[in-house]
């Protein structure tokens, strides 16, 4: 079988040492107070230090981005301080790591914030069922209905994309190699993407342009602060998760911005298919569009195995393959995957539960073998 997945490669100067990717997943871990990294959070990443590249989890630009209770912040000095933590536990485990950048939009609660404001969006339509977890003065959250959003007006929004920027300084002040920008999963930029629910008369609603446009300046002030080549984009084509609804010209739609991206010298796209399902096939026509409007490197996401990420590799769909839950239960994911052997299984029930337990408690290969003797 070929080992192209373990090869090195270069990304925005950084020499990653094979092509296997941690992508960012959200496991609420942060502290009560200051909404803080902890120690045990540069423990768990530090353990999965091997793979080519860590993305760090979707991480709230501003108070008012937050969407889920215990989800670490970078705004803040103590939130700066907390990260700076992790990033030291990386670099020292010869790692490398970015920082998601996040902002919910419609996708939360007025209890996250702690003056009570609703959640914003691009339009003032509310999600029906999908729900949220919140503490609601328990130890352990809760999962409540979203909270109607308000519309942003056009002034916040200007304002957000500075949000982004001073996160993304932050991010950098913080110790980490680069940041990704969360244009994916129905959160705010995906919102204004979409046209069932940007409703907007301004300059950011209307055409397929104008509905990027938010995203396109974010980007660009990210890149002014950090440094093109250290940033990246993260997109969902075809996603339903928080009730979207798939784009009615995904060619057009996604081919433009994968272009503007690549004419502002962004250092990656990040494409991520929620369904597991068309990347798997390199003769889809999106996926080959994408590849043909952005030239730099393309990060593939979303049901991968060994064999699919050597197969998608070896077709030039893209340049790294991300891996999501396996690394999770898999602190050693590169090792596993170098030597064939098996994969521990996940528990589901403490992806978000908090503590140790189920966090950084799974075994490596060798940490198994000694547990054995």
């Known amino acids: 079988m070929s080992r192209i997945l373990f090869s090195r490669c270069s990304l925005g100067g950084l020499l990653l ?49 937050r969407g889920c209770a215990r989800t670490p912040g970078i705004y803040s000095e103590a939130q ?44 003032t339509l509310c999600l029906r069922d999908d729900r ?20 942003l007006a056009t002034g916040e929004v200007k304002a ?11 991010a950098m002040s913080a110790g980490f190699d680069g940041v990704e920008i969360h244009a994916a999963n129905g959160y705010l930029f995906d919102q204004f993407r ?25 980007a660009d002030a990210v890149a002014d602060a950090v440094g093109k080549a250290r940033v990246g984009v993260r997109i969902s084509p075809l ?26 010298g962004i250092g990656y796209l990040h494409v991520y298919d929620q369904s597991a399902s068309w990347m798997h096939d390199a003769q889809n026509d999106l996926l080959q569009h994408l590849r043909s409007c952005y030239s730099r490197t393309m990060i593939l996401c979303g049901g991968f195995d060994r064999q699919r990420a050597e197969a998608a ?10 891996f999501g839950k396996h690394f999770i239960a898999n602190p050693d994911l590169v090792e596993r995957l170098r030597l064939g052997a098996p994969l521990a299984p996940l528990n589901a029930k403490t992806i978000y539960k908090g503590g140790a337990r189920g966090y950084i408690d799974y075994p490596s290969l060798e940490e198994e073998a000694v547990g054995q003797t």
């Open 17 to 65: 040492p094979n092509r296997v990717v941690m992508a960012p997943m959200n496991r609420n871990r942060a502290s009560d107070g200051q909404l803080a990294p902890t120690a045990l959070t540069a423990r768990y990443y530090a353990q999965r230090a091997s793979g080519g590249l860590i993305i760090a989890e979707g991480t709230p630009v501003s108070p008012q981005a």
């Open 239 to 264: 996603g339903t998760a928080h009730e979207m609804k798939p784009d009615p010209d995904p060619l057009f739609t996604y081919g433009y911005l994968a272009c503007q991206l690549d004419r502002l």
């Open 160 to 170: 957000i994309v500075g949000d982004f920027a001073r996160a993304a300084d932050n």
């Open 80 to 123: 700066i301080a907390g990260w700076r933590n992790v990033t030291r536990a990386v670099h020292r485990a010869n790692g490398r790591i970015y920082l998601q950048l996040w902002h919910v939009g419609r996708v939360g609660h007025c209890s996250l914030r702690v003056d009570g404001s609703p959640p914003v969006g691009p339009s």
């Open 132 to 151: 949220v977890p919140i503490l609601a003065g328990t130890s352990e959250p809760v999962l409540v209905r979203c909270d109607p959003p308000r519309a």
């Open 313 to 322: 590799l070896r077709a030039d769909c893209g340049d790294l393959v991300a």
């Open 194 to 218: 979409c046209p069932y629910l940007n409703d907007r008369t301004d300059e950011y609603g209307g055409t397929t342009e104008d509905r990027w446009r938010f995203l396109l300046e974010t």
